[in-house]
């Protein structure tokens, strides 16, 4: 019963032989194109943040903290602000960076091939300085003639905001004492009296803006004419700081502040991945959609106040959401199917033709067991056609017996049903080369003398 069985069944064996080309050629195709159609999203990104304790530096821990999640480790490359960011993004030595609004223009950003991922936050211009012995407060900025005022390090975005604010107010570079302290050392140097104001432009989360704003003798400069600033810089927008925010029971600030603010935006050069770009674009809309001090429930991340060309993908993104397979697959096999959509469409087309390949190439490989026996049969018929005259007998027991073990041999084989007319003819053709040389033999046999 189990040669019946064996004799009988489907042959899986020869279909997996006979369909391995084809499989091997697609995977082949799929694999190069793996590789050269869109090459997989890098595994590493340098993110340009900020100084220490900046509110740059608080956001870029985030970002590294969610795209851990999907496999992506994000290096923080700390600066001295935005400026030195875009030095680096032009440089390379960095992916993606935190710009400030007003940074940098349209025209410069193309030419040097960089794109906005958009708009995150708004980081008002916080002036501080120390409260006046007369205890008169300073409100208008002319008033900051002569004194030292720490614009922060080279390289950061309050110094060259805060010269086109004191431009406005008539004041020249040397009216004022100018340092470029870091923000650490500067605050510092404010607290022990050696400054007597400083600049930061950050979001509120900062932890030195969070301390300053609660230190008794540190007034907060009111910019009571923010929304002229806005109009003569339109990079700017006019904000303002509730009274209590900072500390409700303690009524901290005792008063309502007006500010002038840029907005943080992601910039990354253009040769980013796009992969990368719908991470970072996520990862912004997770990090900074809630509301603020500044900004209502889902007004950031946008797509506005941004003086830099928004990337396509992140653009797409505002307008429509993350991508679908990334709903609902996790990172890597959305991104995977969505660079080898392509390339399967295409394949889809190729499986068809490819397919017919299969069935003829089965059907050979079960009809050559048969066939390659019959060399073999084709190769005694030779021997005994060419047979010497007088060693014709001896040639017909050898081939007899080679006959016998091409009978037991072939009647070994496994082959389907549907394919045992080949087999058994390829038996009766045996016999009948049996037979021939059977009567041969016997015919030699009669013309032997008596």
Not at 84 to 108: C, M, P, W, Y
Not at 191 to 220: C, K, N, Y
Not at 244 to 249: R, S
Not at 294 to 321: C, H, L, M, R, W
Request: hydrophobic share 45%.
């Amino acid at each position: 019963m189990s040669k019946i069985l064996k004799f009988t069944q489907f042959s899986l064996r020869d279909l997996f032989a006979s369909t391995l080309p084809t499989v091997l050629l697609i995977v082949g195709v799929c694999l190069l194109a793996y590789w050269l159609v869109d090459p997989a999203p890098p595994r590493t990104v340098r993110l340009g943040t900020g100084q220490e304790n900046s509110a740059y530096e608080e956001f870029g821990k985030k970002y590294a903290a969610m795209l851990a999640k999907h496999g992506v480790t994000v290096t923080l490359v700390p600066s001295a602000g935005s400026g030195e960011n875009l030095h680096n993004l032009r440089d390379g030595k960095v992916d993606i960076a935190f710009v400030q609004s007003g940074s940098t223009n349209e025209e410069t950003a193309d030419r040097e091939e960089l794109t906005s991922l958009g708009s995150l936050f708004v980081e008002p211009l916080w002036l501080f300085l120390r409260e006046p012995k007369d205890k008169k407060p300073i409100t208008q900025l002319s008033q900051l003639r002569g004194m030292k005022i720490n614009f922060g390090p080279k390289g950061a975005g309050a110094p060259r905001l805060l010269h086109q604010v004191l431009e406005l107010n008539g004041l020249e570079t040397g009216d004022v004492q100018r340092l470029s302290l870091a923000n650490t050392p500067a605050v510092v140097e404010l607290l022990e009296g050696r400054i007597d104001g400083l600049v930061f432009t950050s979001a509120p989360e900062a932890p030195l803006i969070q301390m300053l704003l609660q230190t008794p003798g540190i007034q907060l400069f009111d910019f009571t004419q923010a929304e002229a600033y806005a109009r003569k810089l339109p990079f700017l927008t006019h904000v303002t700081l509730p009274q209590g925010i900072v500390d409700l029971g303690r009524d901290i600030p005792a008063r309502e502040y007006s500010l002038i603010a840029p907005t943080a935006t992601l910039v990354a050069r253009e040769d980013m991945h796009p992969a990368l770009i719908d991470l970072f674009v996520q990862g912004a809309s997770s990090i900074h959609n809630g509301a603020g001090w500044f900004q209502q429930q889902g007004q950031f991340p946008s797509a506005k106040y941004t003086e830099i060309p928004v990337d396509a993908e992140a653009a797409k993104f505002y307008k429509n959401g993350p991508p679908l397979l990334q709903r609902y697959m996790p990172f890597w096999a959305a991104n995977f199917l969505d660079r080898m959509w392509v390339v399967m469409l295409a394949l889809s087309a190729l499986i068809l033709p490819l397919s017919k390949i299969v069935p003829p190439l089965y059907v050979w490989r079960i009809r050559s067991r048969v066939y390659k026996w019959y060399g073999q049969l084709r190769t005694v018929e030779q021997k005994v056609e060419e047979a010497p005259e007088g060693a014709r007998m001896q040639v017909y027991e050898e081939q007899l017996r080679r006959l016998d073990e091409i009978e037991e041999l072939v009647n070994q084989i496994s082959i389907p049903l549907s394919f045992a007319d080949g087999l058994y003819g390829l038996r009766s053709h045996i016999q009948f080369v049996r037979k021939r040389i059977q009567f041969l033999m016997a015919e030699g046999a009669e013309a032997l003398p008596v």
